[in-house]
Each structure stands twice: as C-alpha cells, then as structure tokens.
C-alpha cells in the first residue's frame, strides 16, 4: 500500500514544484514582448538572424532555444560547431554579442 502511494505523491510534489517556474517564465516573456514592442530590445527573430549572418556563426547550426535574461537583459543562444555547442551572448538592447562559450 505504500508503494502506491508514493508515484502519485511524488507526481503532486513535481508539478507544485514546477508550477512556479513556468509562471516566471510567462512573466520573462511578457516583459520580453513589452520591451520589444517599446523599441528597448532588438526582436529575437532579427537578433538570430544577425548572429547567424556573422563569421564563424554563419558556418554553425542553431540549435534553437534561445533564453532571455531580464536582469542582465541578455540573450542566450547555442550553436553547434563540429561536435561542440557553442554558447553566445547577445546584449538584447543593441544586438552586439558580448560574450561567448567556448
């Protein structure tokens, strides 16, 4: 009896835990809409495709999923280069990239 308790115990605790999570990241979103509407942040959409224009990205696949930070207002995209994942970021308000892994 104790063995059927615990899946569905375990299932209620990961979804209250996720819950909060997926709320944050509606919220990241909208503030990301707002701000490109505003004209404060260059559209993820034209950022991708001026990133992926440039050497050595140009040579590279995106791999999709880009992430938004609002604190740093900072862009995280992944390429794949060979066998190795490359992490860019982008500033969200002027497009330049500002940093890069590896």
């Not at 950022?47 to 609002?70: C, H, K, N």
């Not at 992490?87 to 990239?97: E, L, M, Q, T």
Request: net charge positive; hydrophobic share 45%; charged share 25%.
């Amino acid at each position: 009896m104790f063995r059927s308790l615990i899946l569905p115990l375990a299932f209620s605790v990961l979804l209250a835990a996720g819950a909060p999570v997926a709320a944050r990241g509606d919220r990241d979103q909208d503030h990301l809409r707002d701000a490109a509407a505003q004209g404060k942040v260059v559209p993820l959409g034209k950022l991708i495709a001026d990133v992926r224009s440039r050497p050595p990205y140009s040579d590279m696949t995106f791999l999709g999923g880009a992430q938004f930070d609002p604190q740093r207002m900072l862009y995280t995209l992944k390429f794949m280069d060979g066998s190795q994942v490359v992490v860019v970021y982008v500033d969200a308000r002027s497009g330049k990239i500002v940093g890069r892994k590896p």
